[in-house]
C-alpha cells in the first residue's frame, strides 16, 4: 500500500466503528484553554476531532515528518473544521524528536501508534520534556502486542501496554489512568514524575 493509501486507510469510516476518535479524547478531559501537540498525528484521525473540541484560547500543533500525511491532514481539516478553529491549528513538518513547538507551551501531548516505530524513544522523550509543560499531561495510544483480524503492525515490532508503561516510567512518567481505546489497542494518561 502507498502512503496516500495508508493516509485513507487511517481516516477510514471502518476505523471510527472500532476506534472512535472522539469518545477517547471525552476521556481525556476538555480542551478549553489548552495547548495541544498531536504528535505524528497523521492525516488527522485525532487532530480533526481536536479541532472540532477547542475554544478560542485553545492550539493545536499537528506534528508529522511526512508530507503526503500532511497533505491528507490539510484536506481533512479545510473539510471538516469551521474557519474559526483551523486558525487555531498549526502544521507542523518536522520530525517529532526535533519540533519547532516552543518551550513549555504543551498542556497536553498525544501520541498515537507511533512509540513502537521510533529508532530512539529517548530522543522523543527528551523533546518531550522541552516542550511540556509542568502540569502536561501525555496520552499514548498503541496496538496491543497480540496481532488480532490480521490488522496493524507486525506483533515483533509492537510494544506491549507493559513495554509501554516502562518505557515512560524509565522517562519520567507514571500512568495516572487508563483509556479505552478501543479493542486493538490500549491508552495511558501521564504526568511526569516532579
Ligand atoms: C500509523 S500513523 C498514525 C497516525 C495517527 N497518529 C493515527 O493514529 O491515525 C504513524 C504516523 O507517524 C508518522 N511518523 C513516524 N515516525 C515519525 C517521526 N519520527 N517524526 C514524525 N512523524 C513520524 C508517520 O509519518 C505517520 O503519519
Not at 500500500?1 to 476521556?27: T, V
Not at 481533512?76 to 513547538?101: C, F, G, M, Q, W
Request: include cysteine.
Amino acid at each position: 500500500m502507498d502512503e496516500d493509501g495508508f493516509a485513507e486507510l487511517l481516516m477510514s469510516e471502518d476505523r471510527k466503528k472500532w476506534q472512535n476518535p472522539r469518545d477517547i479524547l471525552l476521556q481525556i478531559g476538555d480542551f478549553k484553554e489548552t495547548t495541544i501537540a498531536d504528535l505524528a498525528c497523521g492525516p488527522g484521525f485525532f487532530t480533526i476531532p481536536l479541532a472540532n473540541m477547542i475554544d478560542e484560547s485553545s492550539k493545536i500543533y499537528a506534528v508529522d515528518h511526512s508530507s503526503t500525511m500532511l497533505k491528507h491532514l490539510k484536506t481533512n481539516l479545510e473539510r471538516s473544521v469551521p474557519a474559526d478553529s483551523l486558525k487555531h491549528v498549526s502544521i507542523i513538518d518536522a520530525d517529532v524528536t526535533n519540533t519547532t513547538i516552543p518551550d513549555h507551551s504543551i498542556d497536553i501531548a498525544i501520541f498515537a501508534n507511533v512509540l513502537h516505530d521510533l529508532d530512539d524513544p529517548k530522543l522523543f522523550f527528551d523533546e518531550l520534556k522541552r516542550i511540556s509543560s509542568t502540569n502536561c499531561r501525555v496520552v499514548d495510544i498503541d496496538w496491543h502486542k497480540q496481532r488480532v483480524d490480521d490488522m496493524g503492525p507486525p506483533p515483533e515490532i509492537r510494544l506491549s501496554e507493559n513495554d509501554s508503561r516502562t518505557l515512560l516510567n524509565q522517562n519520567g512518567y507514571y500512568v495516572v489512568h487508563a483509556l479505552n481505546a478501543g479493542q486493538y489497542h490500549y491508552g495511558l494518561v501521564c504526568r511526569r514524575n516532579s
